[in-house]
C-alpha cells in the first residue's frame, strides 16, 4: 500500500481528534476513537468475500490467418507473365483478374481448336453426301452412320478443347488469365512481370485469404502446459495497438511439442474487427484461469504494508476499528486473497485507511 496526500478536510477532522485525545484530563479514561462525519464520507468500505482464487499466463505468438479461408493459386499453364494487375496487401473481389500469363500451351489449343473445327466442317459436310448418296440409293446405311460417327468425333473434340480452354482461363490471343478464387487480401506474391512459369512448378504465385477474422497461434512451454485448456478467455495486445485489447478464446490446444522449440501451439481465434491485425504481427497473450479453489478476498486497495507485515482496517461502525494482521496468499488483477487474519462477511476500510492507521498506531 503505498503512503499518499490526503484531503485537507480529513487531516483536519483527524487533527481535531488528535488534539482532543492528548488533552485529557489527568486520570481520567482515553477517549475513544470516533470517525467524524467528514471522515466517514471519505473512506470506502468493503466487504471480505469468498472468491474462486485466479491466476494468469502469459504467452508470445503471431497472428496468422485463418488457414480455412486462405487459397494458394499455382500456375496452370506454362508460359511467362505478361502482366500482373494487383500488388501485395491488395484487397481483391472473387473473380478478378490478378495476372496474365502468355502461354505456348494456350496457342498450342488454339491450333487444336481451329483443326477441330475444320475437320467438324468436313465431316458434316462429308456427312451430307452420304445423305444424298443414300437418298439416291448410291451409298449404303453404313457409309451414312460411319459419317455421323466422324461428325460426332470432330463435335467431342471440340468440346474438350473448349474445357481445356476455359479450365485455362484463356484470355485473349494465346493468354491464360488468372483470377480471385475468393474475396479477400492478397498476403503472398511470388511472381514479377517476365518471370518464366511451368504448371509443373510446386511454387505458387498468389495466396489469397479472408482477414475478417484471423488466429492467434500461441506457444506454450511444458512446464505450463497442465495449465492451458481449451475455452480458456484470452486477452491479446499488440505492439502496434499498445492501448487495445483484443479477447478471444482458446479454441484448439496442438498436442504436439515442436522438435526444436519445445513447446506447444494453441489456437485464439478472433473477430478482426476493422482489419486491425495483420498477419505475422507479434501478439502477447494472457490467461486468466481458476485454480479450482475458494478464498476470502479483499481490494488489493484495503492492504497496508508496514514493517514487514500487512494489516488492515477491519470496520464496525465508526467507533470501533480495529488494526489487523494478515497473511497474503497472493495479489492478482487488483485482488487479493487472504490465508489468515479475515473472515468471510468482515468490512474493511478501502480507500483513505492509511491515516486512521497512522493515528491508531502513533
Not at 120 to 132: P, T
Request: aromatic content about 6%; charged content about 25%; hydrophobic content about 40%.
Amino acid at each position: 500500500m503505498k503512503r499518499y496526500a490526503l484531503p485537507i478536510a480529513l487531516v483536519a477532522a483527524l487533527a481535531v481528534w488528535t488534539g482532543c485525545k492528548h488533552s485529557q484530563a489527568e486520570g481520567t479514561e482515553a477517549t475513544t476513537f470516533v470517525l467524524s462525519d467528514t471522515m466517514m464520507a471519505s473512506i470506502t468500505i468493503d466487504t471480505t468475500v469468498i472468491k474462486p482464487v485466479e491466476n494468469e499466463l502469459r504467452l508470445s505468438g503471431k497472428v496468422t490467418p485463418d488457414m480455412g479461408k486462405v487459397l494458394k493459386l499455382y500456375p496452370l499453364v506454362s508460359g511467362y507473365v505478361k502482366d500482373i494487375k494487383v500488388q501485395l496487401g491488395d484487397y481483391v473481389k472473387k473473380g478478378q483478374v490478378l495476372a496474365v500469363i502468355q502461354s505456348g500451351e494456350i496457342a498450342d489449343y488454339d491450333k487444336q481448336l481451329s483443326q477441330a473445327q475444320s475437320d467438324l466442317a468436313v465431316a458434316e459436310k462429308g456427312l451430307k453426301v452420304a445423305q444424298d448418296l443414300y437418298k439416291s440409293q448410291l451409298a449404303t446405311e453404313k457409309d451414312v452412320v460411319n459419317a455421323e460417327g466422324e461428325a460426332s468425333k470432330a463435335k467431342a473434340e471440340i468440346g474438350r478443347i473448349n474445357e481445356l480452354l476455359q479450365i485455362y482461363r484463356k484470355g485473349s490471343g494465346s493468354t491464360s488469365i488468372v483470377t480471385a478464387p475468393i474475396s479477400g487480401y492478397v498476403i503472398e506474391k511470388n511472381i514479377n512481370n517476365g518471370m518464366e512459369l511451368r504448371s509443373d512448378n510446386s511454387s505458387h504465385m498468389f495466396t489469397i485469404s479472408e482477414l475478417d477474422d484471423v488466429w492467434i497461434m500461441a506457444n506454450v512451454f511444458e512446464t505450463d502446459i497442465s495449465r492451458v485448456k481449451e475455452g480458456y478467455p484470452a486477452d491479446i495486445s499488440t505492439i502496434s495497438y499498445p492501448d487495445k485489447i483484443f479477447h478471444g478464446r482458446i479454441d484448439k490446444v496442438y498436442n504436439v511439442l515442436d522438435p526444436d522449440t519445445k513447446t506447444m501451439q494453441v489456437r485464439i481465434r478472433l473477430d478482426n474487427e476493422g482489419m486491425l491485425l495483420k498477419p505475422e504481427m507479434f501478439a502477447s497473450v494472457l490467461l486468466r484461469y481458476r485454480e479450482g479453489m475458494e478464498m476470502p478476498a479483499i481490494p488489493s486497495s484495503a492492504v497496508i504494508f508496514d514493517k514487514g507485515k500487512n494489516f488492515v482496517m477491519v470496520f464496525r461502525d465508526k467507533f470501533n476499528i480495529d488494526t489487523r494482521e494478515i497473511k497474503v496468499a497472493k495479489a492478482l488483477n487488483e485482488t487479493s486473497y487472504i490465508s489468515r487474519g479475515l473472515q468471510p462477511g468482515e468490512k474493511i476500510i478501502s480507500r483513505n485507511q492509511l491515516l486512521i492507521y497512522d493515528a491508531l498506531n502513533d
